[in-house]
């Protein structure tokens, strides 16, 4: 923390339109560290919307967010402010101010949120845990709407940062309404459980650019849609044209958009999400992309991906679920992928990427707001998941491909110790003859070519790498992934299931995730 003040008055304040404003004199400031490269802040960024909104519909109008940018261009930081901040005050693009506000106030990483008062010194930092940890913990949203009250008080009487005048101001602030901070802590506390997921909007990041169909696809999406977009990666796979999507955590469509160009005129998209103002910016762009697009082909749901069945979605209605980072932050995860086995067709797949880990999480780091709002706490141990999916009716989980989660926050990873998280897409078929192993029936399969963007391989999963015109053998498990489920006519079949020759050597039993093997370079060409 800083000893002393950081004169206010000295720092270029600047509104969306890019005009210079004087400092806010008669509000705390709240100064929020924040940058477009940076997932953790496009993650925080939504959350700390809802909760500045939720402060003024509680008369509570006391806090001034600014933001402050440590994009590295200029254009950046304004397409940045314009599309996510715009709301908010900003400190005008000025290197060096930037630079000493960052030393100044030791901000080490970014999300960072601190309020100051009018003197320019710090009365509450650390605060994303605060906003982040209100998603789970309706007390800590109290906690942080009576800090900003301090700030305010603690402003109108000049005291400084010391912790007895911290203590008093806080003390001040809570006294200040009486019975009113009750009515604060309830409406919070309601308003929160309703929310607490959130952060589910939320999407798991991925190093990999999309492939140039992906890309083509992605331009034709209305900036509306992607300026309000928080997660990144895309989960779709291939071969959907005509096909009925669900994706569940939609968002503000993006993902809905790209897949209804996908799936074409003669397909379908809907999109589920519990957030209004998500759902508002996807159902205004649906005209415009009728009219981009030539067709009219999505439609988006407002409700919770554990209670689908309230939305009115008939059983076997879609040929694939998609997902991105969402399912990992659900408390009842057995609910979404039971609703997902039943709205499924016979053949259909739930395809999606999640967060895993490689032990159960215990208590105290699923109870750490920090560790759950970065979608790590609330991560499953592997093989818990695929006992679960196995009971929900999704007999043979296949792992895509996986990378390790990296935790660039040492206080953090001292908490995690020496438990190990994966980001994993997984394929789960809707399927019920598979078998809980990989049994030889002497099959194999020859891949015709024919899959779209797809003119050389066909992945099926991590360990299935089919070359075109190759005679590959398989089990019978993925005989069936293949032969009962739309990719049928891009292969021919050899053999059938009249002579059973054993089990395939490692079958399953070892963690799955090849990142998590020293050395390793990826999925082989085996059946297993």
């Known amino acids: 923390m800083a000893a002393k003040a950081y004169p206010l008055s000295s720092v270029p304040f600047v509104d969306k339109s890019g005009k210079q404003v004087a400092a806010p004199s008669d509000k705390v400031v709240a100064l929020y560290f924040s940058a477009h490269w940076c997932a953790p802040c496009l993650r925080f960024t939504p959350l700390l919307k809802k909760f500045h909104e939720t402060l003024k519909a509680s008369a509570n109008d006391s806090l001034e967010i600014v933001f402050v940018s440590d994009d590295k261009s200029e254009k950046e930081f304004q397409d940045y402010y314009q599309n996510n901040h715009g709301d908010w005050l900003a400190v005008d693009f000025n290197a060096s101010v930037r630079t000493s506000m960052k030393q100044h106030y030791d901000v080490k990483s970014i999300p960072c949120l601190l309020v100051v008062n009018g003197q320019g010194e710090v009365v509450a930092r650390d605060l994303v845990a605060a906003v982040t940890g209100a998603q789970e913990s309706p007390a800590a949203t109290a906690l942080l709407a009576l800090w900003a009250k301090a700030a305010a008080v603690g402003h109108r009487n000049g005291h400084g940062t010391n912790s007895a005048n911290v203590k008093s101001t806080f003390e001040a602030a809570m006294g200040a309404d009486g019975e009113g901070t009750h009515e604060v802590v309830k409406e919070y506390y309601s308003k929160h459980l309703e929310t607490s997921e959130d952060l589910q ?36 796979p291939e071969d ?42 996807a159902n205004n762009a ?9 067709y009219s082909n999505v439609e988006f749901k407002l409700g919770q991906i554990e209670r689908l069945s309230e939305l009115g979605l008939a059983d076997g209605s879609f040929d694939v679920i998609v997902s991105n980072c969402v399912i990992n932050l659900c408390q009842d995860k057995a609910a979404v992928l039971n609703e997902a086995f039943r709205l499924l067709k016979p053949g259909g797949e739930l395809y999606f990427s999640d967060v895993y880990s490689d032990r159960r999480m215990p208590k105290e780091l699923r109870d750490d707001p920090v560790l759950w709002g970065e979608c ?91 070359e075109k015109g190759r005679i590959f053998p398989v089990c019978g498990n993925t005989w ?49």
């Open 376 to 466: 790590v706490s609330g991560a499953l141990y592997w093989n818990d998941f695929q006992n679960l999916a196995k009971s929900c009716g999704f007999l043979d989980p296949r792992l895509m491909k996986d990378n390790v989660l990296t935790i660039n926050n040492e206080k953090l990873e001292k908490k995690l110790g020496n438990i190990k998280c994966f980001s994993a897409t997984y394929r789960l078929w809707k399927l019920p003859d598979l078998e809980s192993h990989c049994e030889d029936y002497g099959q194999a399969v020859i891949y015709k070519g024919t899959c779209s963007h797809c003119p050389v391989n066909f992945i099926l999963d991590g360990h299935h790498s089919i």
């Open 240 to 281: 959907i044209e005509g096909l009925s999507i669900l994706d569940l955590g939609s968002g503000s469509g993006r993902d809905c958009y790209i897949a209804a160009q996908l799936v074409g005129a003669t397909g379908r998209v809907v999109g589920v999400d519990m957030t209004q103002e998500q759902l508002d910016v």
């Open 201 to 236: 909007t939320n999407a798991c990041c991925t190093t990999e650019a999309p492939p140039e169909h992906i890309r083509e696809a992605m331009a034709n999406v209305h900036i509306d849609v992607t300026s309000k977009y928080y997660g990144c990666g895309l989960c779709v």
């Open 480 to 528: 069936k992934m293949l032969h009962e489920t739309r990719f049928k006519r891009h292969f021919e079949f050899i053999g059938n299931f009249n002579t059973h020759y054993g089990i395939y050597d490692g079958c399953g039993t070892l963690i799955p995730f090849e990142s998590a093997r020293e050395g390793s370079s990826g999925g082989g060409a085996s059946c297993c």
């Open 286 to 294: 649906k005209q415009w992309h009728a009219e981009k697009f030539g």
